[in-house]
């Protein structure tokens, strides 16, 4: 029998990024026991890293918005495929969550009279950003950590969860380590609340730390759950792309949101060739136009001008890098230039201080006098664990999930900001969610003694095997294989060739080792990384190859089209059968008629 320490919790929440700890709060405020792990320091979840906003239809800076036009917005920048009902609750109440946390000890940037400065983002027609600078993550973590540990939340830092265990299907604990001397640890519990966050480090280039590797994601897969719409991978559009040590790093949206201007190597300010003709009618049509919005929005003046081509969705931007780098017109490392030193250097240090701070300090370049070089970075994956809107839980009794590592809200494509609300609004609905099915549970699920010595072995083989693969060189493998046959363009034999890449590399995956011990072994935690990210990645490249259309974020070049008859309401869905995953598509959720009119 393995050694292992034990603990017990109603509720046990995996992840301490925006959406865990909102729901732990939630679970706690309820009188329930919770316990709050994170696979780094408390504090430093992805949301720290969190930039440019926090969308919410507050109206203090436009006064024409509100909830309808925001799950409009939402919606519209999904391309359809959003659940309309997380969209909905999302629009609702992301403006009581704003207030929340002001009333928590938030403190937002200020309008002249007042009220919580807003700012402009990609997709959204008016400006609904929440911001303090380009460091909102930062204030909201501070925030809900403040509150959740005054609260008496039990916390577990540095603890990686590699295995949930069910009772008659029914969720009833998990398994982890320390990730710093390798020693177990047994959470009995009755809901389990998956916050994880994404994917990132399943691709070359990208905005993701090291804890992005799709834990969440394989839990809930192994456990039972679906996985959907996996295929929709958001490429941010700017990234740092020089010097390669720092590629991929984020380049907030705030930089355009505050005026900043895209050109090429020829000095031309190509995004207004790249609108879709949809939106064309929402975007400056000329230079004068779009300089008046950054006028009007710099000197807090009213105009009637409509917003710079920069503003297009994240996906159009990221598309417009990449083809004017293909035909020749990109940057001298890759990307194309994004430029605010036109602007008083005052302001852009006020507005913008962690990018000039990140350019000055990694790339000794000064974005108050020269051009910053950026390219597309992946960033956010919209797919994932398929919950139930009102309460968070998934197709596994017990098992709920919010923020990143869950699946509908976003649709095909997220707007900027719309990260931020939906921690908050979903991570305390699916506090609310597991505490009432606490409440409701008549027996304590039991975990068997078995199924841990089995989760240990599995821990454990990597360390055993002798001469094994190195599970860096596989890794780099697989980050190589999802870049090229799964990226921002993607092609059915490519893809086709990628999914048996794959395959193979699954084979290799059972076959890494590693020297040493438990002990301060970063390999030894990569081993269990590769298992979970290869099951996003399989999801990813499945789903992307089944998908005959282009939408949102994923742009197939042998179908350069959306195909609304044929795939405009359907969600990809994938699911564990054996040892093989399993690929179904379904309807999505019909749209009340009242919703429907708002787009009309
Ligand atoms: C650079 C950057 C800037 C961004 N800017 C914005 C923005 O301005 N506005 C916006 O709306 N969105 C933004 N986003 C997106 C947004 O920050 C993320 O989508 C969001 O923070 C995810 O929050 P989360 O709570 O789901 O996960 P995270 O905040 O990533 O938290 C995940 C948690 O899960 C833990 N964890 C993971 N696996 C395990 C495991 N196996 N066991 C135990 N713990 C585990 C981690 O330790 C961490 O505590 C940005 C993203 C990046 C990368």
Redo the contacts with the bound molecule.
């Keep these: 029998m393995a050694n292992y320490q034990t603990h017990e919790h109603d509720v046990i929440v995996?992840?301490?990024?925006?959406?865990?700890?909102r729901a732990a709060i939630e679970v706690s405020s309820r009188g329930l026991s919770v316990g709050l792990?994170?696979?780094?320091l408390?504090g430093?979840?992805?949301?720290?890293?969190?930039?440019?906003?926090?969308?919410a239809a507050l109206a203090n800076v436009d006064a024409g918005d509100d909830w309808k036009t925001h799950f409009r917005d939402t919606m519209r920048g999904g391309k359809m495929l959003n659940n309309w009902r997380m969209a909905q609750l999302h629009a609702q109440e992301s403006p009581d969550r704003v207030r929340e946390l002001e009333h928590w000890g938030a403190v937002f940037d200020r309008t002249e009279n007042g009220k919580i400065l807003q700012r402009a983002?990609g997709g959204h027609k008016w400006k609904r950003?929440c911001?303090v600078g380009?460091r909102?993550?930062l204030e909201m973590?501070r925030t809900l950590q403040d509150r959740g540990v005054h609260q008496g939340i039990e916390v577990y830092m540095e603890?990686?969860?590699?295995k949930l265990f069910l009772d008659n299907g029914k969720i009833a604990g998990a398994l982890?380590y320390y990730r710093e001397n390798g020693d177990y640890v047994l959470f009995k519990t009755k809901a389990v609340v998956l916050?994880?966050?994404?994917v990132?480090k399943v691709f070359t280039v990208t905005?993701?730390?090291w804890?992005?590797?799709a834990?969440?994601h394989a839990?809930a897969y192994d456990a039972g759950a679906e996985l959907i719409d996996m295929e929709f991978v958001q490429f941010?559009p700017t990234g740092m792309v020089w010097p390669p040590g720092v590629r991929g790093?984020?380049v907030?949206?705030?930089v355009r949101g505050e005026g900043g201007i895209l050109t090429n190597s020829e000095g031309k300010r190509f995004m207004f060739d790249y609108l879709p003709e949809s939106t064309k009618n929402d975007y400056a049509a000329t230079e004068d136009e779009a300089k008046e919005w950054v006028d009007a929005t710099i000197n807090h003046k009213k105009s009637e001008a409509r917003r710079p081509p920069e503003l297009s969705t994240r996906d159009n931007v990221a598309r417009a890098i990449y083809v004017e780098n293909k035909e020749g017109r990109g940057s001298p490392h890759g990307g194309v230039f994004l430029d605010i030193s036109y602007q008083d250097s005052e302001r852009v240090k006020k507005k913008l201080p962690s990018m000039y701070h990140q350019f000055k300090e990694l790339a000794d370049v000064d974005i108050t006098t020269q051009k910053m070089e950026v390219g597309p970075t992946a960033?956010?994956i919209m797919g994932g664990v398929r919950v139930e809107a009102d309460t968070c839980q998934s197709k596994v009794p017990g098992l709920f999930a919010?923020?990143?590592?869950?699946g509908g809200m976003h649709g095909a494509n997220?707007l900027?900001?719309?990260?931020?609300?939906?921690?908050v609004v979903f991570?305390r609905r699916a506090g609310t969610g597991a505490s009432d099915y606490v409440d409701a549970l008549k027996d304590s699920p039991s975990i068997n003694e078995k199924d841990i010595d089995a989760a240990i072995e599995e821990l454990e083989a990597p360390l055993k095997r002798e001469g094994g693969l190195n599970p860096y060189d596989v890794h780099k493998e697989m980050n190589q294989i999802m870049s090229t046959h799964v990226g921002i363009f993607r092609e059915k034999d490519e893809m086709a060739e990628g999914i048996k890449k794959l395959e193979a590399l699954k084979e290799k995956i059972a076959q890494v080792s590693v020297d040493a011990d438990k002990r301060f072994n970063p390999g030894w935690h990569l081993c269990r990384d590769l298992k979970?990210m290869i099951i996003a990645a399989e999801a990813i490249a499945r789903s992307a190859h089944s998908r005959e259309e282009s939408r949102g974020a994923h742009s197939r070049l042998d179908f350069p089209d959306a195909d609304d008859k044929k795939w405009g309401t359907l969600n990809s869905s994938c699911s564990k059968d054996g040892d093989k995953m399993k690929l179904d598509h379904t309807e999505l959720p019909e749209m009340p008629a009242d919703l429907k009119e708002l787009f009309d």
Excluded: P
Excluded at 44 to 55: D, F, I, L, Q, R
Excluded at 402 to 406: I, P, R, S
């Design positions: 995996i992840g301490a990024g925006g959406a865990g700890l792990i994170c696979k780094s408390l430093k979840a992805h949301t720290v890293m969190a930039e440019g906003g926090m969308a983002f950003l911001h380009d909102t993550g973590i603890c990686t969860i590699s982890g916050a994880t966050g994404g990132g905005s993701n730390s804890e992005y590797t834990d969440g839990l941010h790093i984020l907030t949206e705030g960033h956010y919010a923020g990143e590592v869950a997220r900027g900001g719309n990260s931020l609300s939906d921690l991570g979970n």
